[in-house]
Nanobody, 126 residues
Framework: QVQLVESGGGSVQAGGSLRLACAVHGYTSRDYSMAWFRQPPGKEREGVASLYRLTPIPYYSDSVKGRFTISQDNAETTHYLQMNSLKPEDTAMYFC???????????????????WGQGTQVTVSS
């Protein structure tokens, strides 16, 4: 059974940094894509970053480009989202997701992913 568990969320002031982690359990494929999404209160879930293992070129939404970085550890058991220069508009529940195979387009569409974590809250105060 595949299980994704996020951690690292919290409260931070604008301009600060956080690193989110997504521990992946029970997933053995070496052909996969991973992504981070966020959902502000009352809004739809949006993709912020994605990465395909076999062609590791990341995609980022325009709203986070240059500030966020998606990565994974060498053991490929944990995915990360490094978030710098945080803004109040980054406040949201953040989710990691993964799927077998490559991305469709930018890989930032929620419907494209089969496995999801439970989410971790990020709150940025001004």
């Amino acid at each position: 059974q595949v299980q994704l568990v996020e951690s690292g969320g919290g409260s931070v002031q604008a301009g600060g940094s956080l690193r989110l982690a997504c521990a992946v359990h029970g997933y053995t494929s070496r052909d996969y894509s991973m992504a981070w999404f966020r959902q502000p209160p009352g809004k739809e879930r949006e993709g912020v970053a994605s990465l395909y293992r076999l062609t590791p070129i990341p995609y980022y939404s325009d709203s986070v480009k240059g500030r966020f970085t998606i990565s994974q550890d060498n053991a490929e058991t944990t995915h990360y989202l490094q978030m710098n220069s945080l803004k109040p508009e980054d406040t949201a529940m953040y989710f990691c997701a993964t799927k077998t195979g490559g991305r469709r387009g930018t890989g930032l569409q929620p419907y494209d992913y089969a496995y999801w974590g439970q989410g971790t809250q990020v709150t940025v105060s001004s």
